[in-house]
Every structure is written in structure tokens, then in C-alpha cells.
């Protein structure tokens, strides 16, 4: 099952059990969803529940809230979560903050869902990851897919939380196809949020990831197999709150820790996963933490540019055995 | 600036109907000593109102002497509520920010009036009275100003954060302009969930402005959605008169394609008539603006005078001409539905009835540390989270 069909089908499951729930946001109706996630469900469900919206994104976000507010569970989609800074305070102000200054009566039952992080091609304004700005803001949970089990199941409990949630999904994972088994395909299925996978086992180095990025890792995996690294993969399928406990288990493992993430490097997912890792494990470290981010410059257009902006296979295996003291820009010791 | 003296005696327009309604014979009953409560009363309203793309109400409105009482009661409670707030600011019982009500009771209270507490209103920071009139209690206002346990969010918002979920009120936001499109989020549920009611989402002149507030309004008219937007024009958006900041400030006009209808806010009867024809509109037709022309006595917040960029004599001049306890107070005073003594007395009472409250605020706990932790969510799954020092102050979210 492809990553498109398994959010669609968390939608719709989710929209036939709970009348509560709508779906919201530009093109998710007549035009079948931007990237057609949502295709076929305004034929379903009618034009009560799925909304097409203008392109207002700070009104519809603040009008969806509000339908929160009253109890309703909104979905809402942006295209990019590029266009959801127009609609930040919302997210931040009147959703993540509400339960907390109203001491428990405002409660936010509500989705932020769309594509995250860079696409192809399609240059600076339209490539950015969130995941650490959303990450870093109590209040809200924030979840990123990798599979398409991860897909359905991170979606299905999301709408399922009576928390907001911000849901980041990548636009060039829709078309990726994944096994998926009987039990998640089950209109039950739920996976825990706040809970990482472990991807792969492995005993000498711990790769986190999250999105795309864990497509990437495991391929790396392969290729430190070859010259003898085992690598143990860690999906974090939710950044928060953040899986501290699995990570710190698998370090206290492996004793090396390389963090990886699509996004810019200062104040990022990494840099908080490496504090977590010092602040709990810091006598199993045997290396320093290395970090893998995209690169701290707004996302060139260029392919070659582009291709240097964002990290590459290759860049999580140098990672990894320097993390190993394997890197052969190091004279041997060993 | 010739603009500016306009502008400026505009606000003070004497109540010419009022002082024509003492002498107006078929307005006055003969003089009866036991008043029964439900007396019907009709009410002329002090100017008419003024529609845009809409056939504007009555000025007349039906009323009982009951309700005339009501609306002096409430609007004296709200009035001494924010005075006593003055003074707990000054003596430092309650920090940060504090934007006071008093001058604009009328509008609350004949909101009130038209709707039901299954009606919903959401309003920006200045929300005291708002919080009352949805049936909140002085206690919990006052404990949740000074930030303590008994308050409405149990210390936790503060004074911009009055919410009552009960009683359809949605808070007390500190961003200017959020609410409306939250409001309008209100009507889309209601309207989703078949409930027949209504949302009022009030904002200021000056977060009139707001981009949002267009696209909220704009979704709101395509859906028809039962939502009313409200705007308390109290003429000054914190230190910027309306003149400088809107280049047409004829807000009820704004909407375009949207009706709307310029109220007198300082007079009770006219917001309660406005109201009811604007839920009345919603509920059939969706969206339709509501302009309260109104004023606040105090300034933006405790730290504005409120003197730098009015004069003491326009905010006098207001007082005298419009005060909306006042207009209620000649209004049952020529009705002969009490005396002056015996509303001097209910003023006194209220006095004393809000001394009291502060008195058993004060008593109230701040919350206990461990509410740091308490409602970040609705499910935490028992996450740990950290204080400052992480290692030395640690909780789990419930």
C-alpha cells in the first residue's frame, strides 16, 4: 500500500466512525486533494464534511480551531506546512495553549496535517521542515510519518486524540509502497504516539531519523553492513513528545549516536536529541553525537545546489564512521 | 486638526430622546405602589438605529420592569467589579495585564438580554464583564486575577483568560483579532451540529483592521454560518484613534456584502434590540456586523492613563451625556419602577457584596506547585517534562 492510499483510508475510516470528524483545506474537495490524499472522500461524505477552503489560511485555521473549541474534530490540511506559518498563532495561540490557560476546560481536539519538509525542485520557500519549530511547543504533539503503516496509524490516533496534533507528512513519500500487515490494515489499528520504532537492530551505532530521512538511514544501514558496522535504526515517528527512553536504551547499546533530519541544523531535532542523550547517557558515549541536518542555507533551486542542501545517503555513512572512529580521513589508531 | 474636533465631539452627543422621554405623556404609567415584576414596558431606544444592506429594527423595545431593574443591577455590579479591579492593580494584588471594562456595562448586559447561554460569545482581552454576565461569579473572578486557585482557569490564564464552557462562553483571548475567526469556528460547529444557535464574536475598532477578520467573514458569508461579528467601538484602539488607523471607520459598513447595523453601545435597550434582530438574521441568513458605538473610561490597560491621547474633558463629557447605568437609572426613575434612595441602596449592596468577594479571593490558595505540570494536554500518556533545572525539577504530564 502506497503512503497516499494509507492516509486516505485513516480519513476515511476515521470519518465514518466519528461524524464529528471533517476534513478541511484548499483543494481537498472538488480537486480531490492537492496530492489527492483526500480523493474520493467529498463524493462519501458530502460538503458539510469536507470543506474546500479559500486561500485563507490564517481565517480557516482560526475557524477550524474554534470548531474544536465547540467539539468538533477537525482536520485540517495545508498544502505545505510552508503555508501554516500564515496561520501560526492559531496553531501555537488558540490551539496548543488553550487547555493549559483554561485550566482544563478548552479542550483542542484537532489535526494539522500536510506535507513537510523539501520536495523537489521546488525551491525556498516551499521546502522548509517544521518539525523542530512545532517540536519545540508545549502543548501540541507533533508526529511525521515514515511508512505507510506509520501512516495510518500515527493518523488514525491523531484524529483520535483529543490534543492538537501536527501531522508531518513528505510530499515524495506519497507514491512509496510498503508492506503493510493484516493488523494495520484493521480499521482499529492505532499506533501510540510518542513512541519510536526500531527500524533495524543493530549493536555498533544508533541512526535516528524521521520522515524520508529513514528511507535514507536504512539504505546507509546497508552499505555500513558491507564494512562491518551494524547499525540500529531508529524511526522516531514522533517528535513530540520525543521517545527519549527507546533512544537512550539504544545508545546506552550501541555507544554511538548519529542523529539525522532533513531540515536546518540550529535549534533542530538533532540538537535535542543529542542534549537528551547527554543529560541521560552520557557515560556510554564513546563518540561524540554526530549530526546530520540539511544545510543551513535557504533550499537552492539548482539540482546540484539542491542536491548539497539536503543530506544524502552518502553523508550518513561518513557520519556514521567517524561516530565508529572508521572515517578514513583519520589516520589509523586502533 | 479639523478632523480630530469632529471626531472628538461626536462622541458627546447629548441623549436628546431621553430628555424627551420625560415629557413624552403615553411613555409614563400612573404611579403604583407595588410594581409587579413583569410589567411590560416599551422602550425607545436613544437614537434610531442605522442598517447597512439591511432594513434596521425597531427603535422600540419591548421590556419588563423586571428586566429594566436587571439591567441596572448587573451593569452597577460590572461597574464597581472593574472599579475594585483598579484598586487591587494598584496595590499590586494583580500583575501584568489588566484592560478594564467600565463605561461599556451596556453592551454585555443587553447582549445578555437577547440570547441564551447556549449561545456562544468570544471576545478579545477586555472580557471581566463578559465572563460575569455569562454567569460567572465576582470569586472567581477576582481569585483568577490575583492568580489564584478559586479562579475561573484556577489561576493559570489571568486576566485575559476568563473562559465558561457551560455557559458558551469561549474566552478571553489575548491576541488581537483571533476571535473572530475562532467565533466563526463556533458558528461552523453549531451550525454542523444542527444546534439553532448562535455565535457572538466580539473585537475592538482596532482589531477591525485585521486581515483575519476578512477571510473569517468571507468563509462565513460563503457557508452562512450563524455568526455575528461585534465590534466595540470604544474609538481607540490602545493609544490610536480610530481615525488614524481605519480610512473608513464605519465598521458596520465594512462587511461589504455582509449587512450590518450601527448600535448606540451605551444603551442597554438598543444593544439587547440590536441582538436579537442580528440572531434572528443569523440564524436565516448567516453573517451580519453589529458596530456598539461605545466608550471605555479607563485607559487601554492599567498602564495607559488613557489622558495622553483624549482629553479629561471628552472622558467626562461621556460620562455626563452617555453613561449607560445612568440612562437606565432615568429610565426607571421616570418609569416610577424605584427610588433614588432605594438605588443608592442597591449600589451600596453591590459595594459591599463585591468588598466581600475580594475578601474571599484573597483567602484563596495560589495554585499548588504541581499544577506547573497540570492540563499542558488532555492526555499527557505520562510523559516526563521538566522544570528549569531538569534535573532538579521533574513531573509527568497526567
New interface residues.
Given amino acids: 500500500m502506497n503512503v497516499r492510499d494509507a492516509l486516505n483510508s485513516a480519513l476515511d475510516e476515521e470519518m465514518s466512525a466519528d461524524p464529528k470528524v471533517?476534513l478541511m483545506g484548499e483543494e481537498v474537495g472538488e480537486y480531490q486533494g492537492a496530492y489527492k490524499v483526500s480523493k474520493g472522500l467529498l463524493e462519501k461524505y458530502g460538503p458539510?464534511r469536507v470543506?474546500d477552503?479559500?486561500i485563507?489560511e490564517?481565517?480557516?485555521?482560526?475557524?477550524?480551531?474554534?470548531?474544536?473549541?465547540?467539539?468538533?474534530k477537525p482536520v485540517v490540511e495545508f498544502m505545505t506546512f510552508n503555508f501554516s506559518m500564515q496561520a501560526i498563532?492559531?496553531i501555537i495561540?488558540?490551539a496548543a495553549k488553550?487547555?493549559?490557560?483554561?485550566?482544563?476546560?478548552?479542550?483542542v481536539?484537532i489535526v494539522f496535517r500536510g506535507p513537510n519538509g523539501a520536495a523537489a525542485g521546488v525551491g525556498a520557500q516551499h521546502s522548509q521542515c517544521y518539525a523542530a519549530w512545532y517540536g519545540s511547543c508545549?502543548?501540541l504533539?507533533v508526529l511525521s510519518p515514515y511508512s505507510s503503516e506509520d501512516a495510518r496509524g500515527l493518523l488514525k490516533a491523531a484524529i483520535r486524540?483529543?490534543?492538537p496534533v501536527i501531522f508531518l507528512e513528505n510530499e515524495l513519500l506519497y507514491g512509496e509502497s510498503f508492506p503493510v500487515s493484516a493488523e494495520a490494515l484493521d480499521s482499529s489499528f492505532c499506533l501510540?504516539?510518542?513512541k519510536a520504532k526500531i527500524e533495524r537492530e543493530g549493536r555498533d551505532v544508533t541512526i535516528t531519523a524521521f520522515s524520508k530521512m529513514v528511507g535514507l538511514a536504512l539504505k546507509a544501514a546497508d552499505i555500513l553492513a558491507k564494512d562491518g558496522i551494524s547499525a540500529e535504526i531508529i524511526n522516531l515517528r514522533s517528535i513530540r513528545?520525543l521517545d527519549t527512553p527507546t533512544i537512550n536504551a539504544s545508545v546506552r547499546k550501541t555507544n554511538r549516536l548519529v542523529t539525522v533530519e532533513e531540515g536546518f541544523p540550529q535549534h533542530g531535532v538533532g540538537a535535542e536529541i543529542c542534549m537528551a542523550v547527554v543529560?541521560e547517557s552520557f557515560g556510554y558515549l564513546d563518540a561524540p553525537v554526530e549530526r546530520i541536518a540539511g544545510a543551513d542555507v535557504p533550499m537552492p533551486y539548482a539540482a546540484n545546489l539542491e542536491r548539497m542542501a539536503v543530506p544524502q545517503i552518502e553523508d550518513i555513512v561518513r557520519a556514521a564512521k567517524r561516530a565508529c572512529y572508521r572515517s578514513t580521513a583519520m589516520a589509523a589508531t586502533a | 486638526m479639523a478632523l480630530s474636533t469632529s471626531f472628538r465631539s461626536n462622541l458627546i452627543k447629548p441623549l436628546t430622546a431621553l430628555t424627551a422621554l420625560s415629557s413624552t405623556q403615553h411613555l409614563r404609567r400612573p404611579f403604583s405602589s407595588s410594581v409587579d415584576d413583569s410589567t411590560a414596558l416599551t422602550i425607545e431606544t436613544s437614537v434610531p438605529f442605522v442598517g447597512h444592506k439591511c432594513e434596521p429594527p425597531s427603535r422600540n423595545v419591548e421590556t419588563t420592569s423586571k428586566e429594566l431593574l436587571g439591567f441596572f443591577h448587573d451593569m452597577a455590579l460590572m461597574r464597581r467589579m472593574e472599579i475594585a479591579s483598579d484598586s487591587l492593580y494598584k496595590s499590586k494584588l494583580i500583575r501584568g495585564f489588566c484592560h478594564l471594562y467600565d463605561g461599556q456595562e451596556a453592551v454585555a448586559v443587553g447582549m445578555e438580554a437577547a440570547i441564551t447561554k447556549k449561545d456562544?460569545i468570544?471576545t478579545a482581552y477586555r472580557d471581566h464583564c463578559i465572563y460575569l454576565g455569562r454567569g460567572g461569579t465576582l470569586v472567581e473572578c477576582f481569585s483568577e486575577l490575583m492568580g489564584r486557585q478559586a479562579g475561573c482557569?484556577?489561576?493559570?490564564?489571568g486576566s485575559m483568560?476568563f473562559?465558561?464552557?457551560d455557559s458558551g462562553f469561549?474566552?478571553?483571548?489575548?491576541?488581537v483579532g483571533?476571535q473572530?475567526?475562532?467565533?466563526?469556528?463556533?458558528?461552523?460547529?453549531?451550525k454542523?451540529?444542527k444546534d439553532e444557535t448562535v455565535t457572538f464574536a466580539m473585537y475592538g475598532d482596532g482589531a477591525a483592521n485585521q486581515?483575519?477578520l476578512?477571510?473569517?467573514l468571507?468563509?462565513a458569508a460563503?457557508?452562512d454560518l450563524p455568526a455575528i461579528f461585534v465590534c466595540e467601538n470604544n474609538h481607540y484602539g490602545m493609544g490610536t484613534a480610530e481615525w488614524r488607523a481605519a480610512k473608513s471607520p464605519s465598521y458596520y459598513k465594512r462587511g461589504d456584502y455582509v449587512p450590518g447595523l450601527k448600535v448606540d453601545g451605551m444603551d442597554a435597550f438598543a444593544v439587547k434590540q440590536a441582538c436579537r434582530f442580528a440572531k434572528e438574521h443569523a440564524l436565516k441568513n448567516g453573517p451580519i456586523i453589529l458596530e456598539m458605538d461605545t466608550y471605555r473610561y479607563h485607559g487601554h490597560s492599567m498602564s495607559d492613563p488613557g489622558s495622553t491621547y483624549r482629553t479629561r474633558d471628552e472622558i467626562s463629557g461621556v460620562r455626563q451625556e452617555r453613561d449607560p447605568i445612568e440612562r437606565i437609572r432615568k429610565l426607571i426613575l421616570s418609569h416610577e419602577l424605584s427610588t433614588e434612595a432605594e438605588l443608592k441602596n442597591i449600589e451600596k449592596k453591590i459595594r459591599s457584596e463585591v468588598d466581600d468577594a475580594i475578601a474571599q479571593a484573597k483567602e484563596s490558595s495560589m495554585p499548588d506547585p504541581s499544577e506547573l505540570f497540570?492540563?499542558?494536554?488532555?492526555?499527557g500518556?505520562g510523559?516526563e517534562?521538566a522544570g528549569a533545572d531538569?534535573?532538579e525539577v521533574r513531573g509527568v504530564l497526567p
Avoid: W
Fill in positions: 471533517f458539510e470543506l477552503t479559500p485563507t490564517a481565517g480557516f485555521t482560526g475557524i477550524g480551531v474554534g470548531a474544536a473549541y465547540y467539539g468538533l498563532d492559531h495561540n488558540s488553550s487547555n493549559y490557560m483554561s485550566a482544563g476546560q478548552i479542550s481536539p508545549p502543548g504533539k486524540d483529543p490534543d501510540p504516539i510518542g513528545p543529560e | 456562544c468570544i482557569s484556577k489561576g493559570k490564564g483568560h473562559y465558561k464552557k469561549y474566552g478571553g483571548h489575548g491576541i483571533a473572530v475567526p475562532l467565533g466563526c469556528g463556533l458558528a461552523f460547529a453549531q454542523y451540529s486581515g483575519q476578512f477571510e473569517a468571507n468563509m460563503l457557508l497540570t492540563n499542558v494536554y488532555v492526555k500518556f510523559i517534562v531538569r534535573k
